[in-house]
């Protein structure tokens, strides 16, 4: 079977059984930042300098927060974002609202549909993805539902997974890097992990955003596994707590601490197209270096389980 159709078919799962069958990763090396960079640094500074001129992004969320940093300081250093939001209004006003080049798509990460034709105007658009940055998200404080899925798991996670394995082949030609926005909050995750008998949230909503946090990081893990061999790499990064939108829906509780989105968007810009970062792959990021992880988030198994579950949930839909 030639390579290319090989590795084709192993990202669709047609393969899973043989995707199993590959040795797991030796635990990522971050290697160290430069010195000028520390917690509280900027994404500006942790892009100054570069030259990002005929390279291809896409940042999902992009109309607020750490998502609209992201794009702007990208854009700002040269590359071509493509952003997404969930209404083409929001989308439009974001990308015209920066410097540079960005290009607005509508994703609404709830809707199957919606991420199925988000990845084909996103492959009219773009023949190669340096990079793919899965920023964005919610935080509920009751328990909804995605056709029997608890919503933040939906939406979180699994748009992201279909969106991410829709456009991997863009990905992999530009040996690009994929960034998952993960939380230190997966460490609250329901106990066992991620609960593949009740994905419906039944028992555990309260924790719903720490599971689907949990989520990010294993498909993060199980990404840099299937990865191996291709020169694309995929990365885990935590943000820290950040004064966003992400709280509107519980009560905009953020500590005095909390970070501005200058400081949220640093580690995930960096993550995403810094020259340290080549070839680091499978690795959890907190302000430019290796954060700590709960065993959970390590979990190859659980990563390996997540990803063929996650597989027939989105063919369930397709």
């Known amino acids: 079977m030639p390579d290319l159709l090989r590795r084709h078919l192993l990202w669709t799962g047609a393969l899973a059984p043989l995707a199993l069958a590959l040795p797991s990763p030796a635990r990522a090396q971050v290697p160290p930042a430069p010195a000028a960079l520390s917690a509280g640094s900027t994404a500006e500074q942790a892009t100054a300098g570069l030259d990002l001129r005929g390279r291809t992004i896409l940042v999902t969320g992009c109309n607020s927060g750490i998502g609209l940093e992201t794009m702007r300081v990208l854009a700002l250093r040269g590359a071509h974002v493509i952003g997404t939001a969930r209404t083409s209004d929001k989308g439009k006003a974001a990308c015209a609202s920066v410097s540079g080049r960005a290009t607005p798509v509508v994703l609404d990460l709830a809707d199957v ?124 990064v935590t943000p820290g707590h950040t004064r966003t939108a992400i709280l509107r829906n519980s009560g905009n509780n953020y500590r005095e601490d909390a970070r501005t989105p200058a400081q949220g968007a640093a580690t995930p810009c960096y993550a995403a197209v810094h020259p340290a970062m080549a070839g680091v792959s499978g690795a959890y990021l907190r302000d430019f270096t290796a954060g700590e992880q709960s065993a959970q988030q390590q979990d190859a198994a659980m990563a390996a389980r997540l990803w063929a579950v996650s597989h027939e949930l989105v063919a369930r839909n397709a």
Not at 139 to 148: F, Q, R
Not at 209 to 219: C, D, E, Q, R
């Open 113 to 236: 549909r919606s991420v199925r034709d988000c990845a084909a105007q996103v492959h009219q658009l773009a023949p190669r993805l340096d990079a793919l940055v899965c920023n964005a998200g919610i935080v509920l404080d009751d328990w909804e539902k995605v056709d029997g899925l608890e919503k933040q798991f939906v939406v979180n996670h699994l748009g992201h997974f279909l969106l991410a394995e829709q456009l991997l082949d863009r990905v992999v030609a530009a040996q690009g890097r994929v960034i998952v926005l993960g939380s230190g909050d997966h460490r609250n995750a329901p106990a066992g992990g991620i609960q593949f008998a009740r994905l419906s949230g039944e028992g555990w909503y309260r924790r719903g955003y720490s599971h689907s946090k949990l989520a990010n990081g294993l498909f993060s893990l199980e990404l840099a596994r299937r990865l191996q061999g291709t020169g694309a790499t995929s990365n885990c």
